[in-house]
């Protein structure tokens, strides 16, 4: 299992166990890219887990430590989280555990105030490529 999805899956089954009461609240999109997919709806960009709880809507990205991404697939997803946001909703892009159930638990709770993200928006115009 690659670590990108061992990381999902910790998500998953922590939100899962934490707040059984909120089932269907959290949920995956597969958004492999094809033509059939795109016809069909698909985003790219969008973000890997959805979530939506107490009249607030949020893009999580997940993404393993350590890992590299071209500069332009996340700008693609960054793209996809500016699309949330500007309609009212939260986005968080992130290789940490703690921060995405953080990110989680403030929405369930009420207390979210801003959107996160787990590298400087500034390597962008520096790099090719972002380290996680």
């Known amino acids: 299992m ?4 061992k990381l999902q899956c910790d998500i ?3 939100f899962s166990q934490t707040y059984p009461e909120y089932y269907g609240s959290l949920w995956a999109v597969f958004n492999e890219d094809s033509k059939h ?3 069909l709806g698909m ?11 107490n ?17 332009s697939h996340i700008e ?7 699309h949330i946001t500007n309609e009212g909703g939260y986005y968080c892009i992130s290789a940490d555990l703690e921060l995405i159930q953080k990110f989680i638990i403030s929405i369930i709770e009420g207390t979210i105030n801003s959107s ?12 090719k490529t972002i380290k996680f």
């Open 43 to 53: 985003h790219a960009g969008a973000s890997d887990l959805q979530f939506f709880a």
């Open 12 to 14: 998953v089954l922590w």
């Open 76 to 82: 693609q997803q960054l793209e996809w989280g500016y």
């Open 2 to 5: 690659k670590k990108e999805d």
């Open 55 to 71: 009249g607030v809507f949020a893009g999580i990205e997940v993404k393993a430590k350590g890992s590299v991404h071209k500069k």
């Open 116 to 127: 996160l993200l787990d590298f400087d928006v500034t390597q962008l115009v520096k790099k």
């Open 37 to 39: 997919k795109k016809a």
